[in-house]
């Protein structure tokens, strides 16, 4: 059965079975931080905050963002040790949100939901690597990197991945979540990286620099602008596990992996 709450206090015994677990919190977190943090993504009027229980027992708690009008869904939390439990959730997703795209933004290393995704044909995107920076910002110049400025709008939104949820247009709009920082030559716009904000730890989340203008430097000159701009709050990121540049050029500006911390990213189409 599941149920859908807005108050995790009577589920906090089952939850401090898990806060120092690593396949489903960050470490370190403190058993308050970790009740404290579920208790904000259950009550945001932005999310949905879902208890599976097992005769009356509860089995798992799980909380998505959920963008209704484009009927999208993405874990933010999921706790369970119980395959049946992720089974009822994916029923319940079905029958409740059907025509959804639902993406589990999980620890791979829990290796019950990943089965079980696996088992039900949802599809598998590439693991990548956490990292935290070191808070040692690299000495180098940054001449021609700025904050993204209405002008460069539509080049900026041309250029931009394409193959995620938050496209340029979005990201644009979404002036609360964002900041983007880009790069010029001469006045072309050769790349750009949008960055989190609003938290103590925001996230690199996109930097693409385009072909021509790559083995310049210009991938290092955004990402220490960014941490300028971020500062004094902390940095992470993720990096496909196989894309040995990328890896290698945040390790040159000061990040480094958080070890038991990989993300696997899967998409459920209901």
């Known amino acids: 059965m599941i149920k859908q709450i807005k108050d995790i206090t009577p589920y906090s015994d089952f939850l ?10 960050a470490q370190p977190e403190t058993e308050q931080e970790v009740l404290d943090k579920l208790q904000k993504q259950a009550e945001d009027g932005e999310n949905i905050a879902l208890a599976a229980f097992n005769c009356d027992r509860i089995a798992g708690l799980f909380t998505f963002l959920y963008i209704k009008e484009e009927k ?6 999921g706790v369970s040790l119980d395959s049946a439990a992720y089974d009822e959730l994916f029923s319940h997703l079905r029958i409740n949100y059907p025509a959804h795209e639902i993406y589990f933004v999980f620890n791979p290393e829990n290796k019950i939901l ?6 039900i044909g949802a599809e598998f995107s590439t693991e990548q690597m956490k990292m935290e920076h070191s808070g040692v910002i690299l000495q180098t110049d940054t001449v021609g990197v700025e904050l993204l400025t209405p002008e460069y709008y539509d080049r900026y939104i041309e250029m931009h991945s394409k193959d995620l949820y938050w496209t340029g247009d979005k990201v644009i709009e979404a002036k609360d979540k964002f900041k983007t920082v880009i790069i010029k030559d ?11 904000q609003g938290r103590a730890v925001n996230g690199v989340f996109d930097l693409l620099v385009k072909p021509e203008y790559r083995r310049k430097g210009y991938g290092r000159k955004l990402l220490v602008k960014a941490l300028q701009i971020n500062e004094p709050n902390g940095m992470t990121l993720e990096v496909d596990i196989d894309n040995t ?3 290698k050029l945040y390790r040159l500006t000061g990040f480094r992996q958080i070890e038991h911390q990989n993300v696997l990213t899967v998409l459920l189409k209901t």
């Open 72 to 77: 999208y869904m993405e874990m933010l939390s």
């Open 245 to 247: 540049a990328a890896i």
């Open 114 to 119: 990943k089965s079980r995704l696996r088992d």
């Open 186 to 196: 001469g006045d072309e716009l050769a790349g750009y990286t949008d960055i989190s």
């Open 16 to 25: 401090r079975g898990f806060y120092n677990d690593y396949r489903f919190f």
